[in-house]
């Protein structure tokens, strides 16, 4: 298969038109083993008792904050290299869903903290660095609609989001670097797992569920984008013609 084809918008448009209820199924599938594995099976903590069940929700909403906006700049080192359209558009439909984990990350944390540290919000440096890039999520939304050109808005959104992705590693390392409240890392790739098998197990299976969530939100959003931004230009009518009768009905609805 030449993947090379599908970097045209309207090549891409159907194809992610049949992935999408793929990872939509699969999201609600993991979700629903996720909750069960964490919620029913996984035990108590010997510390913080039921409460650190929240967990389940928390770490991998934070994961994906950090992840998507990674996403994000690689496909903005693209669309500044290869002028890729498809790229900004991707930028563009990922950025929601990015600024909708952080904000949950950010919610989960501050329950999660109430009964561990006495207080919702603490300027703790992991959280604190976690809100800034809840404010480059906006401001990269912000700006790329406040530009009424397209190009011009795709590559200073492009520019923002790689410079911005300097905080995706002090997040990660905050704990490390300086002394905080946020606990360190539970689930490590070098020192494995500090957690019972149980709760580990549920926490990445909830990750994937959030990861292939994202995928299917974006694939839907990155659909809707192609079509504003064919009408745009007024070729949307050579581009309906190269679809088949499926895509066009789904237009259509």
């Not at 290869?82 to 904000?103: D, I, K």
């Not at 990750?207 to 659909?223: D, N």
Request: hydrophobic share 55%.
């Amino acid at each position: 298969m030449n993947i090379y084809k599908y970097a045209s918008p309207a090549t891409f448009y159907p194809l992610a038109g049949r992935l999408i209820p793929w990872f939509a199924v699969l999201a609600a599938m993991l979700a629903a083993v996720g909750l069960y594995l964490g919620l029913y099976l996984a035990p108590p903590d010997f510390q913080q008792g039921e409460v650190y069940r929240i967990i389940f929700i928390h770490v991998p909403t934070a994961w994906m904050a950090m992840i998507i906006y990674l996403v994000m700049a690689a496909y903005g080192v693209m669309a500044l290299s290869f002028n890729a359209r498809l790229s900004s558009m991707m930028m563009e439909a990922l950025a929601p869903t990015g600024a909708m984990f952080t904000v949950l990350a950010l919610w989960t944390g501050a329950l999660w903290g109430k009964p561990t540290w006495g207080a919702y919000w603490v300027w703790d440096a992991r959280m604190t660095s976690t809100l800034i890039l809840l404010f480059l999520y906006v401001g990269y939304i912000a700006l790329t609609h406040a530009i009424e050109d397209k190009k011009r808005a795709d590559k200073a959104g492009a520019l923002l989001v790689i410079v911005g992705s300097v905080n995706v590693p002090i997040i990660y390392f905050s704990v490390k670097w300086w002394n905080t409240l946020h606990q360190g890392a539970s689930v490590s790739v070098t020192s494995g797992s500090k957690m019972a098998s149980m709760m580990a197990l549920g926490m990445l299976v909830m990750a994937l569920a959030c990861w292939m969530y994202a995928i299917a939100v974006a694939l839907a959003r990155v659909r809707a984008i192609i079509i504003e931004r064919e009408l745009e230009n007024g070729g949307a009518a050579n581009w309906l013609n190269t679809l088949n009768t499926q895509d066009k009905r789904q237009l259509t609805r």
